[in-house]
């Protein structure tokens, strides 16, 4: 549980933000992600899960009716249901860009597209293989190192195989928009389905992927450190109260204009004044109000012992707390490029930055694969999160209909409302409101996913 619930909270918040906001520097990141996760972010996570438990598992919109009345519960479920779309829109087209490939006019995108191919691959072998485990392993009693040795056999497998068909010509060449509808049909299923055929096992296997990952980037930056890159880290502490996303040219500090003499922006960067800017891009790597929907929503319905909530709520907050530091470390280690605005999107951003801190540990050689595993995990993160949301964002629409003490099934419920409630219909009204949403791409979605999240 503790996998399903930190890969579902985290998604790109972690990664996204902390890169987004280091255009303030690298002190207020630091102070705010460990302020704002340890004393804000956990807490709050702990505690809509212990609230959603001690109301029988049920969502926050019930516990608001409950306390407040049926009007406070209905206005709840339109802002979270609102909120929830712009998850699903965002993440969608994270994971697109991560799968999708590109036109390789003048050959500076085949290493990516390459990477692409890999990681698209590869999760389509995940999701396979994750419903196959799900339902071997269900109901059966296995030891825990058996389960835990098993998964990470799998995991190598898997990322074996996806990693070198590419490089065999069988590659997923899609390009953004196709892999949008295709998420869309996945997540309609995905989060439709029984828990225990695709969510449970599926979050089992890649929070050990997930766990590798950050591992491999503590590693890659404490070992690159000693090896004596630190002194790559051109990051400013603080570059002031207000953040500009223009591009700068890393020799002479200059900003760069285009021939027209425009200037040139970062837009994957943060700008503005660090009240709010600085929270609202950091929107998941601190305090999310979107983790108290998967809380309630998902997690609460999993647990068989109130105790385990501490360790699951609050310990999972802290771990991504751990991921937060570790993206922003990565933008510090490629802080030229970054700044001159030749490598900005947060995913590529995570990827580079610490692939390279890896290749100075053991070599170049290690650098392409890395890479492919970095943006791996970002998208295991995001998928996650992506039928997660699509699930919770269904509870909201179908609960929002509901009367005080009516379920979705029961007999009162008829007409309209029995269409509307309909798991399916609901389903599928949310995933088409948020793939449409998602065309527009994640740049423009985030700020507003942010700011509904605080």
Not at 233 to 249: E, R
Not at 388 to 412: S, V
Request: aromatic share 10%; charged share 10%.
């Amino acid at each position: 549980v503790l996998g399903h619930h930190f890969s579902s909270i985290a998604g790109a918040g972690p990664i996204n933000g902390p890169i987004q906001a280091a255009v303030f520097g690298w002190v207020p990141v630091l102070l705010w992600v460990l302020i704002g996760g340890i004393f804000f972010g956990a807490m709050h996570d702990f505690g809509s899960l212990f609230a959603s438990l001690r109301h029988k598992g049920q969502t926050l919109a019930v516990v608001v009716a409950e306390n407040i009345d049926n009007t406070a519960k209905k206005l709840f479920c339109i802002f979270a249901y609102l909120t929830l779309l712009l998850v699903v829109a965002a993440f969608a087209s994270i994971v697109a860009n991560t799968f999708a490939v590109v036109p390789d006019l003048d050959g500076t995108k085949a290493a990516t597209n390459l990477a692409n191919q890999q990681t698209a691959m590869i999760s389509v072998i995940f999701i396979g293989v994750a419903v196959v485990y799900g339902i071997l392993t269900r109901g059966r009693n296995i030891p825990g190192p058996v389960n835990i040795a098993s998964a990470i056999v799998l995991i190598v497998i898997m990322v074996a195989i996806g990693y070198n068909l590419p490089l065999m010509g069988i590659s997923l060449s899609l390009d953004y928009n196709t892999w949008m509808i295709i998420l869309g049909v996945y997540i309609l299923i995905a989060s439709v389905a029984p828990v225990w055929i695709l969510l449970q096992p599926r979050d089992y296997l890649s929070s050990y992927l997930l766990y590798g990952m950050i591992l491999l980037a503590v590693i890659g930056i404490v070992g690159a450190s000693l090896m004596g890159a630190a002194s790559n880290l051109q990051i400013p502490a603080f570059t002031g109260f207000v953040a500009t996303n223009a591009a700068f040219d890393a020799s002479t500090g200059q900003a760069l204009v285009d021939q027209a003499g425009k200037a040139i922006t970062n837009k994957a960067a943060a700008s503005g004044f660090l009240f709010p800017a600085l929270f609202i891009t950091i929107a998941c790597g601190a305090i999310s109000g979107f983790h108290s929907l998967v809380g309630s929503g998902t997690t609460a319905k999993q647990l068989n012992n109130e105790k385990d909530a501490q360790p699951i709520a609050y310990g999972g907050m802290l771990i991504e707390c751990v991921l937060a530091i570790v993206s922003l470390c990565a933008v510090a280690y490629i802080w030229k490029d970054y700044q001159a605005g030749t490598t900005v999107t947060p995913t590529v951003v995570f990827a580079t930055g610490l692939s390279q801190m890896l290749g100075k540990i053991f070599g170049s050689g290690a650098v392409s694969v890395t890479y492919t595993l970095m943006v791996l995990a970002v998208s295991v993160f995001c998928l996650t999160s992506l039928d997660t949301a699509t699930r919770l964002a269904r509870y909201m629409f179908q609960e929002f209909w509901l009367k005080p003490g009516e379920k979705a099934g029961d007999a009162t419920v008829t007409g309209a409302r029995k269409v509307l409630c309909n798991p399916y219909v609901s389903t599928a009204i949310t995933v088409v409101l948020g793939i449409a949403l998602g065309m527009t791409g994640y740049a423009k979605i985030w700020p507003l996913f942010g700011a509904a999240n605080q």
